[in-house]
Nanobody, 131 residues
Framework: QVQVVESGGGLVQAGGSLRLSCTASGLPFGIAFGSYAMGWFRQAPGKEREGVSCIGWGGGAAYYQDSVKGRFTISRDNPKNTLYLQMNSLKPEDTAMYYC????????????????????WGQGTQVTVSS
C-alpha cells in the first residue's frame, strides 16, 4: 500500500523559513520513486486546493506558482524516496495545510495544474505564518 507522509510544518513568523519533507513508501513494484512526478499543494480555510510547486519525473524544470517564485525551492532525493520544499521569506498568506502528491510518469506543470484521480496524496502538514 502506497504511503505518502509529510513533515516539517509548524508555526513561524513572517519572513521566516521552513522546510517540508515528503516520503513515499510502498510504491508499486517496478516503478521507482524517480519515475514519479511529485508536487506540493496547499489549501487554506475556505479556499480551493492549489498547486504550489511540482517536479516532473526524470528531471526537467520544476513548476512554481507565481506567488512563491523566488521564495520556495522544490527538490527531490530519489535514493531516499523523499521530496522537499524549502520555503523562505514566508508570508501570512502562505498559511495553509500543505499536501504532498505523487503521480507516475507525469510532467511538473500537468501535475500542479490538474492532478489526476489516481494521484497519491499525503495527509498534510500545517504551515502557519504569523504577522
Amino acid at each position: 500500500q502506497v504511503q505518502v507522509v509529510e513533515s516539517g510544518g509548524g508555526l513561524v513568523q513572517a519572513g521566516g523559513s521552513l522546510r517540508l519533507s515528503c516520503t513515499a513508501s510502498g510504491l508499486p513494484f517496478g516503478i521507482a520513486f524517480g519515475s514519479y512526478a511529485m508536487g506540493w499543494f496547499r489549501q487554506a480555510p475556505g479556499k480551493e486546493r492549489e498547486g504550489v510547486s511540482c517536479i516532473g519525473w526524470g528531471g526537467g524544470a520544476a513548476y512554481y506558482q507565481d506567488s512563491v517564485k523566488g521564495r520556495f525551492t522544490i527538490s527531490r532525493d530519489n535514493p531516499k524516496n523523499t521530496l522537499y520544499l524549502q520555503m523562505n521569506s514566508l508570508k501570512p498568506e502562505d498559511t495553509a495545510m500543505y499536501y504532498c502528491a505523487a503521480r507516475a510518469y507525469y510532467k511538473a506543470y500537468d501535475l500542479c495544474a490538474g492532478p489526476p484521480a489516481d494521484t497519491y496524496w499525503g495527509q498534510g502538514t500545517q504551515v502557519t505564518v504569523s504577522s
